[in-house]
């Protein structure tokens, strides 16, 4: 994937300290994915970094971000960020907007997908990985489940927490690095949030170490015919990432192309039992008649 342009508004003031270099204006959660670095220095040499953890004190970077050459007299360093994981902190509040505005005049197909999918969950604990604004969660409430989510993004965090009956089940995580102990969850799911990520394979070990054995993994992501379809097309050849808008065109969302392969990998099996795939676009949500599969459905079990 590659690292971006510099996000907007990210050069921080930085000392050094007895306790390494800190800074006091960026907190860890918003570091995962994140690279370092003070291009007038170059090197790949690593540093050692401690930034505030909120009020528990200090906490230490996460393992993820890449510490390249800090010189002693650093005064400010640029953040180059994974902008198709974190988009939604900047995109956020359009993203709900757009959603809420475009379905209050039609309804949500995709929400009768949802709620067919994952079947009969009463009583069941449910984690909602990517969770975005909490429209799924509320699906899951109706049907009895017991719900978690989790989100990269702080903004949807905050949408979601509104939106659940049991906020304190919603919090800051992602698929690579999930927040919780071995064998918590009866159900997994996501719907247009794993493509997000350039790599699958991590996922898929967090995701069966979360549940319990026999437990189901449902995924909505998008169709890989699709991603090729795009990229294909001459004004995207040069692009390397699929760029979709959404909501009449008002919200503009990407990420990394994806094969079946990287969905269905040696790893996923050794994790997994495949038990259900499925297919559908645009089309055939208004009119049945389905000409370019939009998204891809499966469902798995965990392995015991």
């Given amino acids: 994937m590659g690292w971006l342009s510099p996000v ?62 800090l010189p002693q007299k650093l005064q400010k360093i640029i953040i180059y960020m994974d902008q198709t994981k974190y988009q939604y902190n900047k995109i956020g509040n359009e993203y709900i907007e757009g959603q809420d505005s475009f379905f209050s005049e039609r309804k949500d197909l995709g929400r009768d997908i949802v709620a067919n999918i994952v079947g009969d969950i009463r009583g069941k604990k449910i984690l909602d990985v990517g969770c975005g604004g909490g429209v799924d969660l509320k699906i899951f409430e109706g049907k009895g489940a017991d719900v978690y989510g989790i989100d990269p993004s702080e903004v949807m965090v905050g949408f979601s927490k509104q939106r659940v009956k049991k906020p304190g089940n919603i919090q800051i995580g992602e698929y690579e690095n999930i927040p919780f102990p071995d064998h918590s969850f009866d159900t997994i799911f996501g719907r247009f949030s794993l493509h997000y990520l350039k790599q699958l394979d991590k996922a898929y070990q967090e995701i069966y170490r979360v549940l319990i054995p026999g437990g189901q993994l449902f995924q909505i992501v998008s169709h890989p015919a699709f991603d090729l379809i795009y990229l294909l097309r001459e004004e995207n050849k040069n692009q390397g990432l699929v760029t979709i808008k959404l909501y009449d065109n008002e919200v503009k969302v990407s990420f990394p192309p994806h094969t079946l392969r990287d969905y269905f990998s040696p790893l996923f099996f050794k994790f997994f039992d495949l038990s259900g795939i499925n297919e559908y676009g645009e089309e055939e ?17 965990a392995r015991r």
């Avoid at 994915?33 to 690593?46: L, M, T």
């Avoid at 949500?285 to 499966?298: R, S």
Wanted: aromatic residues 6%; proline residues 6%.
């Fill in 8 to 69: 907007e508004g990210t050069a921080l003031e930085m000392r050094h300290t007895r306790k390494g270099i800190v800074s006091s204006n960026l907190t860890p959660t918003a570091l995962h994915g994140i690279a370092i670095c003070y291009p007038a220095y170059g090197g790949n040499k690593s540093g050692k970094m401690r930034l505030p953890a909120g009020r528990q004190g200090w906490g230490e970077i996460p393992s993820e971000v890449q510490i390249l050459y």
């Fill in 285 to 301: 949500l208004k009119d049945k008649e389905q000409i370019i599969p939009g998204a891809l459905l499966y469902c798995a079990k």
